[in-house]
């Protein structure tokens, strides 16, 4: 962050949720863990916002654009012009001084601009040449998007800067390399640059668009029609451009006999943590979460304790946020918050779920039912997904979640909301059923 005066570095605060009272013999600790940022960029701000940066300072960032080339593109001809209108437009909305790369890809990675291995630095000149580039971009041959995040993160790699983001579009299936190279692409990138994936049209794959974005620690979504990217692209670069903290590790310490049993980001959407840990030193691990600016985010953290008696309490865990640096020390950015367990014969206590975890364990079910919905109604199994989609739109409704529940109406008739009676839709449109899919994972925060 050196690029940075101090005052504009975000300030990071914990604050846990959760019902610390366990009955004898309990040993399951819920808590939620709500992160937050204030103070730095303020994501989504106008371009040219002169309040994020002091005189005479260039952004501490790096940004890659990956446009799929391959010759899908070309059907019909204006999705290509509105890929090179959306490209043209997240490069006017580039702060000056943040060193950028576009590649065209295909079945190959091509440096489309600057080119020879580097990246620019944005100013007027460089912006205006990036978007003449862009006729280069036209459509023909196949698809690899692993070479295109291996490009990428070559490219990002060669910039001294703390932000490395990704913006890909494609509008195919990752045919042209094989599952396993896609896979060994993102492990390799993974951790060293942040990556939103979008899908244009709907000949695209939905579990490779949102499973790239997810390794990535990036948001995924559909264009359905290429006459939307302009916006969306300005969009995710000016949020890009809001990140001023990098590869911030939530880390968890645990006393002896005391395990984690799974880490999940709750909010602004559903993200599978749990498997992400890295060792810490003794009885700690690090959780990676990726960029920051301006916002606020919500952890599920479930620990397991050993048994005790009426009356014993302890400390469950403690959750701290780091940056881990390269040479194996951390930068400790100051945020603490403490999960316990107090055993206790007050039943009332004991049984009563915490608002903040019953909502956001709903919400996670509500993920989980609706891409399980969707694969039944896939294979033909109707009576399952009915079961599987009802109760996503029980639990929708349950939880405020409007805009889930306006995309699941897109798919099933709703008889009755609160009971989760639905009928399949005999027919719907494939952009609905794709929405549906790569937004389920969006939540809603507790209702106040």
Request: glycine share 10%; hydrophobic share 40%.
């Amino acid at each position: 962050m050196a690029n940075f005066s101090k005052s504009n570095v975000p300030q990071f605060s914990v604050d846990v949720y959760q019902n610390e009272y366990l009955p004898e013999n309990g040993r399951e600790v819920n808590a939620i863990v709500t992160v937050s940022a204030t103070g730095g960029g303020t994501v989504g701000s106008a371009v040219g916002a002169p309040h994020l940066y002091t005189a005479g300072q260039s952004p501490d960032a790096a940004v890659a654009i990956m446009v799929d080339c391959s010759g899908s593109m070309d059907y019909p001809p204006t999705k290509m012009r509105n890929a090179r209108d959306a490209t043209a437009a997240a490069i006017d909305t580039l702060r000056d001084g943040v060193h950028f790369a576009v590649i065209g890809g295909t079945h190959v990675a091509k440096e489309v601009y600057p080119g020879s291995g580097r990246l620019a630095v944005a100013d007027a000149a460089t912006r205006e040449q990036a978007k003449q580039s862009l006729r280069r971009l036209t459509a023909g041959g196949g698809t690899a998007i692993g070479t295109w995040l291996r490009l990428a993160d070559r490219l990002l790699s060669s910039a001294e800067v703390s932000i490395r983001h990704g913006i890909l579009l494609t509008d195919g299936r990752n045919e042209h390399e094989a599952p396993e190279d896609l896979k060994a692409a993102l492990d390799s990138c993974a951790g060293r640059f942040t990556c939103d994936a979008r899908g244009v049209g709907t000949d695209w794959e939905v579990k490779e668009v949102t499973g790239i974005a997810s390794a990535l620690l990036g948001t995924a979504d559909i264009v359905a029609d290429p006459a939307a990217l302009s916006a969306d692209f300005t969009h995710m670069m000016e949020t890009a451009m809001g990140k001023e903290v990098a590869d911030v590790a939530l880390r968890l310490w645990t006393p002896v006999g005391t395990a984690i049993k799974f880490v999940k980001q709750v909010a602004p959407t559903v993200a599978e943590l749990t498997g992400r840990r890295t060792e810490a030193g003794p009885r700690a691990g690090d959780y990676p979460t990726g960029s920051w600016g301006d916002e606020s985010r919500d952890y599920h953290v479930c620990v397991e304790v050993p048994l005790a008696g009426v009356g014993q309490e302890m400390l469950a865990a403690r959750v701290s946020l780091v940056i881990p640096q390269g040479d194996g020390s951390v930068q400790n950015l100051g945020a603490q918050g403490l999960v316990r367990a107090v055993w206790t014969d007050d039943m009332v206590a004991s049984t009563r779920i915490n608002s903040q975890v019953a909502h956001y364990t709903g919400q996670a079910e509500l993920a989980q039912v609706i891409q399980q919905g969707l694969d039944l109604r896939k294979s033909g199994d109707v009576d399952g997904a009915t079961a599987k989609l009802g109760r996503a739109v029980q639990l929708a409704n349950v939880s405020g979640n409007a805009d889930t529940a306006k995309l699941l109406a897109k798919v099933v008739d709703v008889v009755d909301a609160a009971a989760g009676t639905v009928r399949l839709k005999a027919k719907v449109e494939e952009a609905d059923e794709m929405t549906l899919e790569t937004r389920s994972t969006k939540t809603v925060r507790v209702k106040k």
